[in-house]
């Protein structure tokens, strides 16, 4: 670090991504990458003729994949009629789809009409990757008085982007289950609510503390896995007009419910999304956004005082292309939340605590189970009092040194020694926990493998030990 780089920067805790080791070949799942190559059509999307006009700037609005984008999302989320609503859609919503893609966003908050959705290039927003859409909208939304809103586990560059842009922030806690509450999201004026709680006729809406806040929540959320229902998700959004909500979507594809249909009813909120999971894309670059028009604007703004050039020619071209091929690729997610439902119901076989997931990974517990004795292993149809048991038994193992697994960083480490390579996070809360990505069969069953490959190994080395002890 050199001399000159301002004071705020000496010791700036920067986001550090998955490692990319390059001193042999490694299973990796630890960066949420797809297993899966892009279709065909990506692999035919640029020509020799598009290489050659890579002499000239991209285009800085991006029109045509802006439309592509919003034709296929009418088409995806929402029906034509109210009889006929897409899966992840809630059979009450009153959303109805005007598949014009190049037709305005009609809406009457004031009435009790039906809403109907169109969305248009308007109200889409491209850049490179996700994490670009995330950074403008910290600069566009907070900042001042205006604090930022997260949870303490999620998507590492949530504070990042707020000390990188000085914004404070209020970070709010999971629950002792790793779970989002969305009351915790929508703040009560106290004062104001005790006072009308003598009044059972009052508008309970009166007691919400309105102050301007920007929220940022990742569902399915990061690390964990764990999502919100679409309903909880409109709790927070509708419980805070007058802050801007993002919804990071990244991992939406694998079992989440998508908060897209709420975009007509809500001018505070925006849906942000990838490429790089689903789509096979990670290193393609390529993430989007959908909101009102007014909030894509003010994106619009960030991104063209900082880089109006930032999706290439070659990556526009493959965006494009993955719409022609979408049925390719939601088969690659029902592949992957086959593969996910298998290793996770083989990891717990194991003992480990794994938290149900919505994404293309896993979150593994490795301090609170039992893991390799078939005497201790708890089953689901066995009564609590069985398993207290067998929980008060694994722990006097545990005193005893003869409980055979690994904390979060040991398998950490041990996997990366056997050619696999997770995720560990050195954080409170989570020290005890790995996140694995769900790549191939063939790559979920090496996992298993030397998993139990390196209990036995712990096993071994811990009744040599004991019986080492015995023998003095």
């Known amino acids: 670090m050199s001399k000159y780089i301002r004071d705020r920067f000496k010791c700036f805790d920067a986001y550090a991504p998955g490692e990319q080791p390059q001193d042999k070949t490694y299973i990796k799942l630890n960066t949420n990458e797809s297993p899966y190559p892009p279709g065909p059509k990506v692999l035919q999307a640029v020509s020799k003729e598009d290489l050659k006009e890579l002499r000239l700037y991209p285009s800085p609005t991006q029109d045509k994949l802006k439309s592509a984008l919003a034709k296929k999302l009418n088409e995806l989320y929402l029906s034509e009629s109210e009889s006929e609503l897409k899966p992840g859609h809630n059979s009450d919503s009153e959303l109805v789809l005007g598949l014009n893609s190049d037709s305005e966003l009609a809406l009457d908050l004031n009435t009790d009409s039906e809403f109907k959705l169109g969305l248009n290039k308007d109200n889409i927003f491209v850049s490179n990757g996700s994490d670009d859409i995330l950074n403008f909208s910290f600069m566009a939304f907070s900042g001042g008085d205006i604090p930022a809103v997260y949870p303490d586990i999620s998507y590492g560059f949530y504070s990042v982007y707020a000390d990188f842009q000085g914004v404070k922030s209020e970070v709010i806690p999971l629950d002792e289950e790793y ?50 229902t679409l309903e909880e998700i409109e709790s927070i959004v509708s419980g805070n007009p007058n802050s801007v909500v993002l919804i990071d979507e990244a991992y ?73 091929e979408y049925d390719y690729y939601m088969d690659n997610c029902k592949s992957i939340i086959e593969t996910r439902e298998w290793t996770k119901s083989e990891l717990s076989r194991l003992g480990f605590k794994v938290l149900e997931s919505k994404a293309n990974f896993l979150f593994v517990g490795t301090g609170s189970e039992p893991t390799k004795s078939d005497d201790l292993a708890i089953s689901k149809d066995e009564d609590s009092e069985s ?86």
């Open 179 to 228: 779970r989002i509450k969305p009351a915790d999201y929508i703040p009560i004026d106290k004062e104001l609510f005790e006072s009308q709680t003598s009044d059972q006729n009052q508008d309970n809406s009166q007691s919400t503390n309105h102050k301007q806040r920007f929220i940022v929540i990742a569902n399915p959320n990061a690390p964990t896995g764990i999502a919100l």
């Open 252 to 324: 939406i594809d694998f079992g989440g419910e998508t908060a897209i249909p709420l975009i007509p009813k809500y001018d505070n909120l925006i849906v942000c999304r990838t490429y790089s999971k689903s789509a096979s894309l990670a290193g393609a670059r390529l993430g989007f956004a959908v909101a009102s028009k007014q909030l894509i604007e003010d994106l619009e703004l960030i991104k063209f005082s900082t880089n109006p050039y930032n999706i290439n020619r070659m990556t526009e071209r493959v965006g494009l292309a993955v719409l022609e």
């Open 387 to 472: 398993e207290n048991c067998r929980r008060i038994a694994y722990e006097s193992e545990k005193r005893r040194g003869l409980a055979t697994e690994p904390s979060g960083e040991e398998l950490y480490i041990k996997l990366k020694e056997n050619g696999i390579l997770v995720r560990w996070f050195n954080k409170d809360r989570i020290r005890d926990y790995v996140r694995i990505t769900i790549g191939t069969k063939n790559d979920m069953e090496k996992l298993i493998e030397t998993i139990k490959e390196i209990n036995n190994g712990k096993e071994n080395s811990k009744g040599r030990e004991s019986n080492k002890g015995n023998e003095d």
